[in-house]
C-alpha cells in the first residue's frame, strides 16, 4: 500500500530532534522509516513546501530540500483539484470545514487508493463522510 504522508509526519522525523520526541511521536518517525525503506512513502508539493517553510537558516533548509527530492512527487492533475473542491463542498454541507490544501491531500490520496499518514485529526473527520484511509487506523 502507498501512503501519502502529511506534514506533521514529516515535522516529526527531519525537523524535530528525535530525543525531544515522546514515545507516541517516536513511534510514528519509525513508522515512517519504514514506509520511506520500503519505497511507500509519498509527498505532494504542498507537503515539501509546508515543511521547507520557516526555516531560518540556509544550510538546514538545503540539507532538507536535498533528502525531500528524493521523493518523487504525484503529478496533481485538473481532475485532483476539481476533486478537492467537491469533497470540499461535501464536507461542509455536513456542517466540516477544512483548508484548500487538506482537501486537494484528501482527493489525491482518494483517487490513487492510497492511505493518508497524518496526525491532524481533521482528517478523521473528512474520512467519516469522504471514505478515506488513514494509514495505522
Same mark, same amino acid.
Given at each position: 500500500?502507498?501512503? %501519502?504522508?502529511?506534514?506533521?509526519?514529516?515535522?516529526?522525523?527531519?525537523?524535530?530532534?528525535?530525543?525531544?520526541?515522546?514515545? +507516541?511521536? /517516536?513511534?510514528?518517525?519509525? &513508522?515512517?522509516? $519504514? %514506509?520511506? +525503506?520500503?519505497?511507500? *512513502? /509519498?509527498?505532494?508539493? &504542498?507537503?515539501?513546501?509546508? %515543511?521547507?517553510?520557516?526555516?531560518?537558516? $540556509?544550510?538546514?533548509?538545503?540539507?532538507?530540500?536535498?533528502?525531500?527530492? *528524493?521523493?518523487?512527487?504525484?503529478?496533481?492533475?485538473?481532475?485532483?483539484?476539481?476533486? &478537492?473542491?467537491?469533497?470540499?463542498?461535501?464536507?461542509?454541507?455536513? !456542517?466540516?470545514? !477544512?483548508? *484548500?490544501?487538506?482537501? %486537494?491531500?484528501? &482527493?489525491?490520496?482518494?483517487?490513487?487508493?492510497?492511505?493518508?499518514?497524518?496526525?491532524?485529526?481533521?482528517?478523521?473527520?473528512?474520512? +467519516?463522510?469522504?471514505?478515506?484511509?488513514?494509514? !495505522?487506523?
Amino acid at each position: 500500500m502507498t501512503v %501519502l504522508v502529511d506534514t506533521p509526519v514529516w515535522s516529526l522525523a527531519l525537523r524535530r530532534r528525535q530525543g525531544d520526541l515522546n514515545v +507516541r511521536e /517516536q513511534g510514528l518517525t519509525r &513508522a515512517l522509516e $519504514e %514506509l520511506v +525503506r520500503e519505497g511507500r *512513502a /509519498q509527498i505532494m508539493g &504542498a507537503i515539501r513546501q509546508e %515543511l521547507l517553510s520557516g526555516i531560518r537558516e $540556509e544550510e538546514h533548509f538545503h540539507k532538507l530540500r536535498d533528502y525531500l527530492r *528524493a521523493f518523487e512527487e504525484p503529478g496533481i492533475e485538473v481532475l485532483d483539484y476539481e476533486e &478537492a473542491a467537491h469533497m470540499h463542498n461535501r464536507c461542509r454541507t455536513r !456542517g466540516i470545514a !477544512g483548508s *484548500a490544501i487538506d482537501f %486537494l491531500i484528501c &482527493a489525491v490520496a482518494k483517487r490513487r487508493d492510497w492511505h493518508i499518514f497524518t496526525t491532524d485529526h481533521d482528517f478523521e473527520r473528512y474520512g +467519516r463522510v469522504l471514505g478515506l484511509r488513514l494509514y !495505522g487506523q
